[in-house]
């Protein structure tokens, strides 16, 4: 049986994946939290440190209560991981698209992450723009240019670097083992995992992987990139769906 997740209480930290900044996190998420009834704060990616820019979020909000946290690929990552360390304050663990287990590897997302931040310092931060859409949807495409543009410009002339140093990070970064999804699932925090069954990026299996190393505990859902191509909200929407019957 799943612990109190005092949800009245709770406010919700939105993380974005890699590439995205707090913007499209707010979008995905907001509808949601809206509906619960819960503040909202998103978080955006530091490019100098993601990781600790993402726990600084979770420990400042968590100051005030209770804290749903919500995450999208990387940021699903580092929603399991403060929860694993901070089960008492958190209410809860929305993780959206995982990208992959452990170790990284040559996950597909991983790779991607090594491609775009290669392709920013050897071409530059627009020809890598131009590049990405010509193989993109139009909605993603301008997701991740406008996103993309906003990380570059936290570093001065907005040359890319920023955006080149975030990838690289990602690419070479741990994600929950086996045994800390395990632990996560012992703490009694209750956890959503959904996938989007046709991202070859963010593979279903690997969410699938997540609920089964949990031993059954964590709560599964999914939602199609073309559900979030037309509201980027459906990405929160499928997370409230499975929260809402536990």
């Known amino acids: 049986m799943q612990r109190d997740t005092k949800l009245s209480a709770a406010a919700m930290v939105a993380m974005p994946g890699a590439g995205f900044d707090g913007d ?16 909202i704060r998103p978080a955006d990616p530091d490019p100098d440190d993601w990781v600790l820019g993402y726990r600084g979020v979770l420990d400042d909000v968590a100051q005030r209560g209770p804290v749903l946290a919500a995450g999208i690929s990387i940021g699903a990552c580092a929603a399991v991981h403060w929860a694993l360390d901070n089960p008492e304050r958190c209410a809860g663990v929305w993780a ?28 530059g ?47 070479s970064f741990t994600a929950p083992t086996d045994d800390e999804l395990a632990a996560l699932a012992a703490t009694g925090v209750a956890v959503v995992v959904v996938a989007a069954t046709d991202d070859p990026v963010h593979p279903a299996a690997v969410a ?12 599964y859902g999914t939602v199609t990139l073309e559900e979030i191509g037309m509201t980027r909200g459906a990405i929160g929407d499928s997370c409230a769906r499975v929260w809402s019957g536990i």
């Not at 499209?24 to 503040?39: Q, V, W």
């Not at 995982?98 to 071409?123: C, F, H, K, Q, Y």
């Not at 699938?208 to 709560?219: L, P």
């Open 96 to 123: 959206a698209l995982p990208p992959w287990t452990g170790p990284a590897g040559d996950a597909p997302a991983a790779l991607s992450a090594r491609i775009s931040s290669d392709s920013v310092e050897n071409m």
């Open 208 to 219: 699938q992987h997540w609920r089964a190393a949990s031993g059954g505990q964590f709560h």
């Open 125 to 171: 931060l627009d020809a890598t723009i131009a590049e990405m859409r010509d193989g993109s949807p139009a909605w993603l495409a301008d997701e991740l240019e406008r996103s993309w543009r906003a990380i570059a410009a936290r570093r001065t002339g907005s040359d890319g670097s920023a955006l080149a140093s975030l990838f690289r990070q990602v690419a």
């Open 24 to 39: 499209f996190a707010g979008r995905a998420f907001g509808p949601a939290a809206s509906t619960l009834g819960i503040a």
